[in-house]
């Protein structure tokens, strides 16, 4: 019998509505709880393009993320703001084996 995984493949741990504005500590324990709840055995989580308090850096979901076998991150690239994305620093980051990829949103 073959082994089933089941892998979300897009998850954003960002606030994106004021009246459930919460740590990004407690939306990364919310989201391991539904995972074990539907049975999701792997999650993508995409940081995004934009830094802001509802919308964590790469480097503070990576410190929160930290090494988790069951989650994986991709940096939203920031290019096209006043904070650009530093492509040196995500390169090592791919390299170091943190981040897994990048999405980039063209026009942004």
Known sequence: ???RHLIDAHVHLNNYHEATRRPVRENIADL?????ECGIDHAVVISSYRIDPDRPSIEELNE?????????????????SESRTDLFEMEERIRDGYVKGDQALPGV
């Open 1 to 3: 019998m073959k082994s």
């Open 32 to 36: 391991r709880s539904k995972m074990t």
């Open 64 to 80: 929160l993320i930290d090494i988790d076998d069951h989650l994986t991150l991709v940096e939203g690239l920031r290019w096209r």
